[in-house]
């Protein structure tokens, strides 16, 4: 069975840190492409980071330079660093897998940025 179970989310001010988890069984790992989207009320699905099975890495401009995504194959875990987050940050965070035609997606972290 495939479990993608993301964790780390919670209420932060504006300007601060989060760094969020997605723990993997039931997939080999180091094959798949990782990502983490958002999705705030109201807003469709969006892509906030990727990472390839060789570690290259892929923002959009709206968090390139504040998150950092990275992967560790061992604990088959990615990771996802934020900075100098911002209240538009405020989202459902899902982790996502995917290998040829095999998508599996986590069932998300809520993360909000207030003061």
């Known amino acids: 069975q495939v479990q993608l179970v993301e964790s780390g989310g919670g209420l932060v001010q504006p300007g601060g840190s989060l760094r969020l988890s997605c723990a993997t069984s039931g997939i080999l790992f180091r094959s798949y492409v990782m990502s983490w989207y958002r999705q705030a009320p109201g807003k469709q699905r969006e892509l906030v980071a990727g990472?390839?099975?060789?570690?290259?890495?892929n923002y959009p401009d709206s968090v390139k330079g504040r998150f950092t995504i990275s992967r560790g194959n061992a604990e088959r875990t990615v990771y996802l660093q934020m900075n100098s987050l911002k209240p538009e940050d405020t989202a459902v965070y899902y982790c996502k897998a995917d290998y040829g035609v095999r998508t599996y997606w986590g069932q998300g972290t809520q993360v909000t940025v207030s003061s």
């Open positions: 990472i390839t099975q060789g570690g290259g890495t």
